[in-house]
């Protein structure tokens, strides 16, 4: 590209040559117009700095902000979720509308007993304004728990049981919550619950019915409140409204799409806003819902043969773990599913494969903060790269300069999502909210829109990922702010320092590692650390490496530069373990295993040893203890079962050592001292210990 000035007649002429073959005429005259537009505010006025002159006139900037935002449907914001819920229930009482572990319930009856749950949550005076938490198993208890909570005009607040004690403690102390709805009092630890009134759902749906109307709930009535992550160190509170909910039910009930033929598989904790999707979006279309257990939820292999038992059609779920499907080639499960994907960028090759083999594949983003879902696209397996897509109804995107001015097409900016489904902002933490929740003005009035922190762009209409503009974390479809880990372990007195940072360690393995400048050499500190943590952060939060450093490396400014912290040593380990198995058998020297070496035992620890990046390992060790996480538990236990045909619990996994777990593997010698061609022969020629591999 050439850019040619000529002065003529006191005036400047410009002639632009471009390439063709790289620049479409659009193109090169849009950047014309913003060269022209430039000079022209630079010839007004010489002193104002460049940064501040705008690049796009008034006509383009107004079809940056309304034609992309074209987004307004109309619909009834004073109503709540209920009165949709309880159409549905009397258009089809006699439809399944909920199922799981064998359980169903059809609308009717899940109109009783919600109806029920509320009246009985009514006579003790809970209603409009108050907040209720939610503390029980994956079950239909559950659905009933929450849809009743939100049936009495109160909101809920989900306390995961396997969050660590301190932080539910947290969550119910900041929430002020004076009940908490439970399916057994005993599986909630007393320092939660102190204070507090436990109710057993089905205690309450046993009370005797009354006759009396339950209250009408409005859209500007509290749903419900998810803590996520915060970079203080403390989980902050999102209030989600019904009418943000309301509307974003709506549109997805038309794009992506359900109907009352579809069947939805439930996969997602309470505690995480993508399960008001999978709750209500079947609900309010007259479909069915399928909950998995916790046990599904963490055995890819039972997931597919729940969602095969039950003729699941539609499943939301993140990339990490449609990557964990694909793996192990369950194509005839994926096939006739519907894909909702989000929480974590999608990789392209995943998607172009992924979306030629099922029915439908669509890509969603959105925060909490505005409420689960703000984008759609459908993705299709020609695409060369993969968009955010378009806004959902009611929702207006913006891509803002740091001056807060929109950019335009192509040009990176960080985004802004406005409209109904901006959250109500944090819960009794008005200044916190204020930094994120900000007015929006281009809407004006009292209207606000959301800093996501996200960087992206718009081109030819769609909206498009780049990354952070600060150090969030998006792993495994969760949203971590590293601030919250970093508090964590600086309560340990030897800490002078630390910083967390998510590190690759190979396709479909992102791993936290956690890096403190440490004073002495105290041998203990690691494990010390990896107890302090796992008392105060869920598990999805623990970082699976802790690297002791004298001092963490500056910027010149004082800054800790992330850039130059040194590879975790698993990284190179894990290099190391793959070259070695990698070796062919007429190259390797075989390794005979000693005689007091179960080589069941053995044939983990290398398994082990490869995923993990660890040198060795101990009987005594735990997978999550030495640095795997959910996903390489998966993957691990999928290769277990494709090398010797056993198939190890994922509990199991979670919380057994590797001795324990070598006792799932059946014995590698017969009792007369025998070794057959079986598992054990089998186990020996993997590990190299002779015979062909």
């Known amino acids: 590209m050439a850019f040619h000035f000529n002065e003529r007649d006191g005036a400047l002429d410009l002639l632009l040559h471009y390439n063709s073959d790289l620049f479409e005429a659009s193109t090169t005259e849009r950047w014309a117009g913003y060269l022209r537009e430039i000079l022209r505010q630079a010839a007004a006025s010489p002193d ?25 449907v109309d619909y009834d914001r004073k109503q709540g979720l209920p009165a949709l819920l309880e159409a549905q229930m009397r258009n089809t009482p006699q439809r399944i509308a909920a199922e799981c ?51 009495s005009g109160a909101a809920y607040a989900p306390l995961d049981p396997e969050f660590p004690v301190e932080r539910l403690q947290y969550m119910a102390e900041h929430a002020r919550l004076r009940h908490i709805l439970v399916t057994q009092p005993d599986l909630i630890d007393a320092t939660v619950s102190s204070g507090r009134e436990l109710l057993t759902v089905g205690e309450l749906v046993a009370e005797p019915a009354s006759t009396s109307p339950l209250p009408e709930v409005r859209g500007d009535d ?27 039910l709506l549109s997805m009930r038309v794009e992506p799409g359900f109907d009352a033929d579809d069947v939805l598989c439930a996969v997602t904790t309470l505690s995480f806003d993508i399960a008001g999707l999978e709750l209500y979006l079947p609900l309010i279309a007259g479909g069915r819902l399928v909950i998995a257990t916790e046990i599904e939820n963490h055995d890819p292999q039972a997931l597919c043969e729940l969602i095969e038992r039950s003729e699941c059609n539609v499943l939301q779920t993140t990339p990490s773990l449609l990557k964990l499907l694909q793996d192990m080639g369950r194509e005839e499960v994926i096939r006739g599913l519907r894909l909702f994907v989000g929480g974590e960028a999608l990789p392209l090759v995943l998607a172009r494969t992924m979306s030629g083999c099922c029915r439908e594949f669509w890509n969603l983003y959105g925060p909490t903060e505005t409420t689960i879902w703000s984008t759609v696209m459908r993705v299709r397996p020609d695409m060369d790269v993969i968009p955010l897509g378009r806004p959902i109804a009611n929702t207006l995107i913006y891509v803002l300069d740091p001056r807060g001015r929109p950019v335009p097409p192509g040009v990176l900016g960080e985004i802004f999502i406005g409209g109904d489904g901006v959250a109500d902002g944090y819960l009794f933490q008005p200044e916190l909210a204020a930094e994120r929740f900000v007015t929006d003005p281009f809407v004006g009035g009292a209207a ?107 910027t010149p400014n004082g800054k800790i530069d992330r850039k130059a912290l040194p590879l975790p040593a698993a990284t190179i380990n894990a290099a190391r373990a793959v070259a070695a198995r990698n070796i062919s058998p007429q190259t390797m020297e075989p390794v005979a295993p000693s005689a007091s070496v179960d080589p069941r035992r053995a044939y983990l620890a290398a398994i082990w040893c490869e995923l993990i990046g660890v040198q060795d390992v101990r009987d005594s060790d735990n997978f999550f203890d030495i640095g795997g996480h959910s996903l390489l538990a998966v993957e691990f236990a999928l290769r277990v079962q494709r090398e010797t045909g056993v198939r190890l619990n994922l509990f199991g996994v979670a919380t057994s050592t590797l001795a324990s777990l070598a006792l799932d593997l059946p014995e590698p010698e017969t009792a007369s001292g025998a070794k057959p061609a079986t598992l054990g022969t089998r186990l020996r020629r993997i590990l190299g210990f002779g015979g062909d591999r």
Request: glycine residues 10%; aromatic residues 6%; positive net charge.
């Open 222 to 248: 509290l749903a419900y409140v998810l803590f996520t992550s915060g970079s203080t160190g403390k989980p902050k509170g999102v209030r989600i409204l019904h009418r943000n909910l309301v509307n974003f």
């Open 448 to 554: 606000r829109m959301y800093q996501t922190g996200d960087v992206g762009s718009w081109r030819d209409g769609e909206l498009y990922f780049h990354g952070r503009a600060d150090h969030q974390i998006k792993i495994r479809g969760y949203r971590i702010e590293p601030g919250d880990i970093e508090a964590a372990a600086s309560t340990d007195h030897a800490v002078r320092e630390c910083v967390v940072v998510a590190h690759h360690f190979g396709e479909n393995d992102l791993r936290l590692v956690l890096y403190a400048a440490v004073a002495g050499d105290d041998p203990t500190l690691s494990a010390r650390l990896r107890e302090r943590l796992r008392e105060r952060l869920p598990g999805y939060m623990l970082p699976q490496h802790i690297e002791l450093l004298d001092s963490l490396p500056k």
């Open 48 to 72: 104002t700095p460049i940064g501040n002159f705008e690049l796009m006139d008034a006509l383009e900037r107004k079809k940056v902000l309304q034609d992309w935002n074209a987004t307004a």
């Open 101 to 151: 572990q064998g359980q169903r319930v059809d609308y009717a009856g899940l109109e009783r007993a919600t109806r029920a749950l509320a009246q009985a949550l009514g006579r003790r005076g809970i209603g409009r304004g108050d907040m209720v938490g939610v503390s029980m198993p994956r079950s239909l208890d559950m659905l009933v728990a929450v849809v009743g909570v939100l049936r």
